[in-house]
């Protein structure tokens, strides 16, 4: 990120968004901005930052200028878990999962590797969460992470009861390549995009 002062995500990159390129944007945290479903977990763009972004076509970004002083988000900025929160973060790599769903606004949506071992989480917010899923990382001896191609598991946590029931996603869908997935399973940079009906969640622990 260029210029010399703070600016919000959504103004920062307004010059992709209104190209209809940007796909999306993540900083080293694992937070992103999805214009596509007006999803902003990073809110501010900081001077020094590096930032990994996915276009899908050709596009020029252009920063406004530093002329136009600080602009501190003021967009609506994409709440965060509070109950499922994964050990291991910052892990080096990750993928996006987004899960549109007629759950209850304030649920929280957990993924599960093989272990059982939770590597990311979300918070439904309009009928949709964005979840960072945690992938191993490679320097360390312990598995922290997703491994690749590591089937997942979902779990979805109602904040009005406590329960953690385990659910199943429909309508998978690569958002990358725009092409359907058979199954959830872990990669680098993946972005799916999935559906889930509340209804059929099976009630998993109390």
Known sequence: YLRNSPMSAPTALVSLVSQNALTICKNNAGQNYIPQFNINQIGSLIPGQG????????ATLTYPANSNGKSVANDEITPSPKVLIPMHKLTGNNSVLIVQSDCSDGNEIGVYNQNDMLIGSGIFHNGIASITIWGDDEHTEIID???????????DYDFRTGRLSEIELTDLVDIITDKPVSRLTYSKDGFVMAKVNAETQKIEKY
């Open 51 to 58: 930032y990994q972004v996915f276009l899908s076509k050709n």
């Open 145 to 155: 992470g997703a491994l690749i191609n590591d089937e997942l598991r979902i779990k």
